[in-house]
């Protein structure tokens, strides 16, 4: 009957619907967890041992750490790498005034504010080029901050 066609017809839909919703939060290859890293005081960021020295560091396994420090209008290090197959833990936090740390194309989007660590755990399965940006007003040149995330 037509009754059993268009109840197929829903079923149909929704699954999709759920497959793409599921799709869009994972994003390509990456799962993420966001937690919080505590806080932090701006003026002493370097004397922090994950900010001493900012950048990827391989923790063991497929792990690594990412620690990055958004000031006016850059990150620091501007540009990170990681291998393919690795679970990555970003500690992120603000020198000055609130920024986002933001990496295209994946759900990785976070607000980084002065005396806060963000901290987000994602993993990365395929290689690839992601650009990172701040799209949180930040000031006169908020839209040139930017980054880059490779997947090697
Ligand atoms: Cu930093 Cu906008």
Redesign the pocket.
């Known amino acids: 009957t037509y009754e059993k066609t268009w109840l197929a017809v829903a079923m149909v839909l929704i699954v999709g619907f759920i497959a793409t919703v599921t799709y869009g939060a994972v994003g390509p290859g990456i799962a993420m967890i966001d937690d919080d890293g505590g806080s932090i005081d701006p003026d002493t960021i370097n004397d922090d041992e994950r900010f001493s020295e900012t950048g990827v560091t391989h923790v063991g396994g497929n792990e690594y750490e990412a620690n990055i420090v958004?000031q006016?209008?850059s990150y620091s290090p501007s540009e990170i790498t990681v291998p393919a197959n690795s679970e990555v833990t970003f500690y992120v936090t603000s020198r000055d005034?609130?920024?986002?740390f933001t990496v295209v194309g994946t759900n990785i989007n976070t607000m980084?504010v002065p005396g806060e660590v963000s901290q987000m755990t994602a993993e990365f399965d395929e290689p690839g080029e992601y650009g990172i940006l701040?799209?949180?007003?930040?000031?006169e040149y908020?839209?040139t901050?930017e980054g880059k995330l490779n997947v090697v």
């Not at 005034?97 to 986002?100: F, P």
């Open positions: 958004a006016a209008w005034v609130t920024h986002s980084v701040c799209n949180e007003y930040c000031g908020h839209h901050m």
